[in-house]
């Protein structure tokens, strides 16, 4: 929390101060500067801080949950494409048995596997079909058809190539029974048509051009031997017309093979396609769960971290304004930009602080009143007092006065002269009395004229003083002691008066300590210089502590009538005062009195 | 009892004392001045008086003090006061201390003599 606080009085606050009548002043009511203030209640606070995590193991499940089920389709895809394999295999394995035997049942079992295959094709919905490639499908489809097409191409062959293989037979057995009959030229011997036969059945056994070129070196032998040979030509033309049925077939077997070999690279690449596509989703869903893990190790704890601060936060403010508070600082108030469960709880509390503060100033203008009632009642009695005290003081004089000049009247006839002298200077004396009393009052009031400052070494002014009273400590066996420095300290002042102060509070010690003691005075400089410090100490009977505040008050005496008016120490005061001075009492009943003089030092402005 | 009554007058101020001893003497009373009340309650303890009239701020020993011993001693003496201090209260507490009377200075001889004489008036009258 921030200690930069803002002056912003709120309108809750200016109701409740109109309501309380409390003082309206705005910046009177001070408010702790806020940070960046959410309008989220507590618990919408908790709820995001637990939905986002939750969201994202949600979304990482879901879409982990997608892909494992688009595995599981392309599972089946590839055993779709596997069974396909399979039906071609069958059919390929047909097919060669058919090539190997040529025969009908192989060429029907080879139809049957082709219609199994055609039929599992069709049986594939077209959503599989769609989502597997509608041109790898139609290309099946062709390639099956092309590949049907060869074979029933291949089975017509065969059966020319029978027919064929017959007419080559049977021609040959014919030239034989020619030969045989001797009805041919010499040349043509038996041996020659057996080998030539022999020949014949080794091209049929083996197919190969090899073969093909004895037999057909063979036949052109016979062309050379009987260039004309009627007999000889139907199988020598057979012969050829083989050779011919035997390359056409050779062409069919090739096409045949290549188209079967194309149908299962199609089948093959289907599956691979599909195994393809399962490793790539597998590839995805293990980034996916990786994201989804990095996410909720680090957002999920970021975020529970966060609300925790937004929660606690309004709350910490609200405890850290109460700290302050309870310091003593009522004019502060909790803030009231919380949107959530503490703000009611910071009107509450402000709504409090309102009446406290309330009962607070109530309790403090009683205070003050009482206390100015007790003033009153002071200067009241101190008034008093000051009446009595001039009372008194006057009364006697007059008093002695009065009774002087009656009897002088009474016995003016008897009276001698010296009597009469010594009765008129009674007169006088008292009436000196009772002026020296107006006097001091006047002083102590300040209306008496102006007195004299000037430039003078207090130290001389101390020493004088001491000079003064020299004799009264002698008498009343009392020992001096003085710590004044052997230095000159000018001060601002008028030196008689200084006098007064000073023999005022050595007169004083002196009745304190009655007829023995040590009386110390003191000079020395203060606060760098500019003050002068004079302290008189005693070792008399004290003053008791409930006395010293009065010390200073016109009037006020504890002494007996005639050794002082009251009006000694209060004229002291007015007098230091004069002085831009202070003074100061310290005492201890039964140890002694201290009174400390302080004057500033002379300036050459003043 | 003698002719003359014997006066004591106790003033921290000297000249009341000499003032009223002379002209008290003049009417005929036996009077002593003392100054202070320490001196005075000496003498009381050794001699008999009829009359004190006495000051009421004296230092130590006050006119108090002065009136409550000299009460004690002789419940008769007329115990007059004298004081330039002239609160209500004062007196009043003088009074119910039995004191005969309480007179504020500065004040005539005459007044102090008629209550003096009111004072001899009553003794006499008690005496017989």
């Known amino acids: 929390m921030t200690d930069d606080y803002s002056l912003i009085p709120t309108s809750d606050s200016r109701i409740l101060n109109s309501h309380f009548h409390l003082p309206s002043n705005p910046q009177n009511i001070v408010f702790l500067k806020t940070g960046v203030s959410m309008q989220l209640k507590i618990w919408h606070k908790m709820i995001i801080g637990i939905t986002i995590p939750s969201l994202i193991a949600l979304v990482g499940g879901f879409l982990t949950y997608g892909y494992i089920n688009d595995v599981k389709n392309r599972q089946s895809f590839v055993q779709l494409a596997d069974d396909m394999k399979e039906h071609i295999l069958e059919v390929r394995r047909n097919e060669k048995n058919f090539l190997l035997h040529k025969d009908i049942e192989y060429y029907k079992y080879f139809q049957s596997s082709v219609s199994i295959l055609k039929n599992s094709l069709s049986n594939i919905s077209p959503q599989t079909v769609t989502e597997i490639g509608e041109d790898n499908f139609s290309r099946l489809r062709q390639s099956i058809q092309t590949y049907s097409g060869s074979m029933n191409d291949l089975y017509v062959q065969y059966q020319h190539e029978t027919d064929v293989v017959e007419k080559v037979r049977e021609d040959g057995r014919k030239l034989e029974n020619f030969v045989a009959a001797k009805r041919s030229p010499g040349e043509l011997s038996m041996n020659f048509i057996l080998n030539l036969r022999r020949l014949e059945k080794n091209y049929m056994l083996f197919r190969d051009k090899g073969s093909y070129n004895a037999l057909d070196n063979a036949l052109m032998q016979i062309k050379n031997i009987i260039p004309f040979c009627f007999e000889c030509m139907p199988y020598i033309e057979a012969a050829r017309d083989l050779s011919e049925a035997y390359n056409q077939s050779d062409l069919l077997i090739n096409d045949l093979q290549v188209n079967g070999e194309g149908l299962e690279t199609i089948t093959y690449k289907i599956a691979s396609l599909e195994r393809q596509k399962i490793n790539s989703f597998l590839g995805r869903t293990h980034n996916l769960l990786l994201l989804a893990l990095l996410l909720l190790c680090t957002l999920g704890p970021l975020l529970v971290y966060k609300t925790a601060t937004y929660i606690v936060a309004p709350i910490k403010r609200l405890a850290d304004i109460t700290k302050k508070i309870s310091e003593g600082d009522l004019n502060l108030r909790a803030p009231l930009k919380e949107h959530d469960e503490t703000y009611s709880l910071a009107q509450s509390f402000n709504t409090m602080l309102d009446h406290l503060q309330l009962t607070h100033q109530s309790l403090e203008r009683s205070l003050e009143l009482l206390h100015e009632k007790q003033v009153e009642a002071e200067k009241r009695a101190s008034l008093g007092f000051l009446v009595s005290g001039i009372t008194h003081e006057l009364n006697n004089p007059l008093n002695n006065i009065s009774l002087t000049a009656e009897t002088m009247k009474e016995d003016l006839n008897e009276m001698t002269l010296e009597e009469m002298k010594d009765y008129i200077q009674d007169i006088l004396s008292q009436s000196e009395r009772a002026k020296h009393i107006v006097g001091d009052l006047l002083e102590f009031v300040g209306t008496r004229k102006t007195t004299v400052m000037e430039k003078l070494d207090i130290v001389n002014v101390v020493e004088e003083s001491i000079k003064l009273v020299a004799n009264q400590l002698r008498v009343n066996n009392i020992n001096l002691k003085t710590n004044i420095p052997n230095m000159v300290f000018f001060v601002n002042g008028n030196a008689s008066k200084l006098e007064e102060v000073f023999v005022n509070i050595i007169v004083n010690a002196v009745h304190a300590m009655k007829d023995s003691g040590t009386l110390t005075v003191c000079v020395k400089p203060d606060n760098g210089n500019k003050n002068i410090l004079i302290e008189i100490s005693d070792t008399g009977c004290g003053i008791p502590e409930k006395e010293l505040k009065n010390i200073f008050e016109p009037f006020y005496t504890t002494k007996p009538v005639g050794e002082g008016t009251g009006l000694g120490l209060s004229v002291t005061h007015s007098l230091v005062t004069k002085h831009s001075g202070d003074i100061n009492v310290r005492s201890r009943v039964g140890e002694g009195t201290t009174f400390t003089i302080k004057l500033p030092l002379y300036e050459e402005t003043v | ?128």
Request: charged share 35%; hydrophobic share 40%.
């Open chain 2, 1 to 128: 009892m003698p002719d003359k009554l014997r006066l004591m007058i106790i003033d921290d101020e000297p000249i009341v004392g000499k003032r009223l001893k002379r002209l008290l003497e003049k009417d005929g009373y036996n009077v002593e001045a003392f100054t202070g009340g320490t001196p005075a309650l000496e003498a009381l303890e050794k001699q008999h008086f009829d009359i004190i009239i006495t000051d009421l701020m004296m230092g130590r020993i006050d006119g108090m003090k002065v009136l409550e011993t000299a009460k004690n001693k002789n419940p008769d003496i007329k115990v007059i006061i004298i004081t330039g201090f002239g609160k209500k209260e004062t007196a009043d507490e003088a009074l119910n201390k039995g004191a005969f009377d309480f007179i504020i200075k500065p004040f005539k001889f005459e007044e102090l003599h008629k209550v003096v004489k009111k004072a001899e008036t009553e003794l006499k009258a008690k005496d017989n």
